[in-house]
């Protein structure tokens, strides 16, 4: 009895597979034949087209960099001995040859004593002297020795000044004590850093361009510049230079310079900023991105030739939101399909709607 069950229930089942695959089957043919039918039916495809207007397509290059002085120097000692005055702090402002610090010049001052008094006995030896030659009263030879005596007592007397004028550390530019080395009392030698000074009455900035950019820039050409330090607050500066070889990442080197504000909004050397350098639009052909087929980097769209529709590759340019601007492959009376293309192939057939 259990086993004419299991027969009856595999009958059943192998039943009920038949049944389903038949069916399936059935169905797919179906399909296959109202697909068919529709291919033959549909002879055009229905798409909306536009024409190709003349235009233009704001343009900004955008780029970071940092805020620097135009002009940032350390000081280095050129005497040697104890500091005895201390003029400036740091974030002072110092005039161009003002004193930054004094160093003791008791000895050099005797040393200059020494020099101008010997200058003074060699000029007057040298006077004495001439006077005896006019009498042949000495040796032609040794008057020229006399003379070459002068010369190195001017020299030395010039090199004693020098080391005199050095014991007063000057600030060689116009500018701001940025960082102090050193501290009254203390000694310093020839070539130790005294201290940094920074020009910051004008600032540059300078940034990376890319090689598809470079030659929309122009020296002079004015510049916005965003600081994220000052929300809501935009500078102007211009272009001062541009590079003319790039570097790895093909992207050459433009510097900015811009006035530095004063008040509240005076600027400090190391702000991060964003440039923002607008380009002037020309007239060109500009179409919906609607249109375009594929990518921007390989763009193209299907153009209306009689009732079909021709597949046309192009050369683009700038873009933004809703328009590309379209260097090359478009003529401005032509059509454009901006709605439908996805259903397109080449040299199909088309019926355009509004």
Same mark, same amino acid.
């Given at each position: ?65 940092? &805020?620097? #002085?135009?002009?940032? *120097? ?11 005055? @201390? +003029? =400036? ?68 007397? &010039?090199? #004693?000044?020098?080391? *005199? ?11 701001? @004590? +940025? =960082? ?175």
């Amino acid at each position: 009895m259990k086993t004419g069950n299991k027969i009856l229930i595999s009958l059943t089942i192998i039943v009920l597979v038949a049944l389903g695959a038949y069916k399936l089957n059935t169905n797919k043919q179906k399909i296959k034949a109202e697909s068919t039918l529709a291919s033959q039916t549909i002879a055009e495809v229905p798409v909306k087209v536009s024409s190709p207007k003349t235009g233009s397509i704001n343009h900004q290059i955008k780029a970071t960099g940092i &805020i620097s #002085a135009t002009e940032e *120097l350390t000081v280095l000692s050129e005497t040697q001995g104890k500091v005895k005055k @201390v +003029n =400036k702090n740091v974030g002072d402002h110092i005039r161009k040859d003002e004193a930054i610090v004094e160093v003791d010049d008791e000895t050099i001052s005797a040393n200059v004593l020494v020099a101008e008094a010997n200058y003074e006995q060699q000029k007057k030896d040298i006077e004495r002297m001439e006077r005896l030659e006019q009498g042949s009263a000495i040796a032609k030879h040794d008057l020229e020795q006399a003379r070459i005596g002068l010369k190195k007592a001017e020299a030395d007397l &010039i090199t #004693a000044r020098k080391a *005199l004028r050095d014991t007063k550390i000057k600030a060689p530019i116009s500018g701001i @004590v +940025n =960082k102090r080395m050193v501290e009254n009392g203390q000694f310093v030698s020839g070539g130790m850093s005294v201290c940094e000074i920074v020009n910051t009455s004008k600032l540059k900035i300078w940034i990376k361009v890319p090689e598809k950019d470079i030659f929309k820039l122009a020296k002079g050409q004015v510049v916005n510049i965003a600081i994220s330090a000052i929300p809501g607050k935009t500078f102007s500066g211009k272009i001062n230079s541009i590079g003319e070889k790039a570097d790895n990442s093909m992207k050459f080197d433009a510097e900015i310079v811009l006035d530095n504000p004063e008040g509240s909004q005076h600027l400090k050397a190391g702000l991060f900023t964003e440039v923002i350098i607008p380009i002037e639009a020309t007239e060109t052909i500009i179409i919906e991105k609607s249109a375009l087929v594929g990518s921007l980097k390989n763009p193209s769209v299907f153009v209306i030739e009689g009732d079909k529709a021709v597949k046309r590759d192009l050369v683009t340019s700038e873009s933004d939101d809703k328009y590309i601007e379209v260097i090359n492959g478009l003529k401005k009376e032509e059509k454009v399909v901006i709605s439908g293309q996805l259903n397109l192939h080449d040299g199909d057939r088309v019926k355009i709607i509004q």
